[in-house]
């Protein structure tokens, strides 16, 4: 049996947080979703957060379309405005698919790393988690650093704020707040493991 390592568990976390940033879906918002949801608040001694979220689902008819309803208005097509476009060059130049845009592009190429046909734009959040997961992966820790520095971490904090102020449904203030402590975490401390 392979042992894990740390750099396989903040893969795993930033991972997690890109599928939680995900337009709700049945093929990935299961049960075994919420139990890894369950257990990483647990982990972060997270009870009182937990109790919210279990609560407000149990008041749902319908917990799929809740979410899907809470995407779309904060992160798509929100009236009268977008609440949080998940888009760096939003934030940074006011406008969308900019020169940081470029710019976070030109660097997963220079990684070896490319986007799908099709895909988002590559100054999405979804594709920057993804990226800081295939780094960690990689044991790129210096990669990793750099990345946070110039390319996420300077727009994160005020989409972080737009969500926290606008989310009307605590899974989307939750997924937030894993962002901000695990790449707050990864920036000012690294990830410390003790693995005697």
């Not at 075994?32 to 919210?52: M, R």
């Not at 044991?139 to 737009?162: C, V």
């Not at 605590?170 to 997924?175: A, E, N, S």
Request: net charge negative; proline share 5%.
């Amino acid at each position: 049996m392979q042992k894990s390592s740390p750099t396989d568990h903040i893969a795993t976390l930033y991972r997690f947080c890109a599928q939680s940033m995900q337009y709700p879906g049945p093929e990935w918002f299961s049960e075994n979703y919420l139990a890894s949801l369950y257990g990483l608040l647990d982990a972060l001694g997270a009870n009182e957060e937990k109790d919210f979220l279990q609560q407000e689902f149990s008041r749902s008819k319908d917990i799929l379309e809740d979410l899907q309803v809470e995407y779309t208005r904060l992160f798509i097509n929100g009236v009268p405005h977008v609440a949080a476009p998940p888009y760096g060059s939003v934030y940074l130049e006011k406008t969308l698919r900019g020169k940081y845009s470029d710019e976070i592009l030109t660097y997963y190429h220079s990684l070896g790393y490319n986007l799908r046909e099709g895909a988002d734009l590559p100054d999405s959040l979804i594709h920057q988690l993804e990226f800081l997961s295939f780094l960690a992966e990689d044991q790129n820790r210096d990669g990793e650093e750099e990345f946070l520095a110039r390319f996420l971490l300077p727009w994160y904090s005020i989409f972080a704020t737009k969500v926290k102020e606008e989310a009307q449904h605590p899974f989307y203030k939750i997924i937030i707040s894993f962002i901000d402590f695990f790449t707050k975490e990864e920036k000012e401390y690294g990830v410390q493991h003790n693995e005697a």
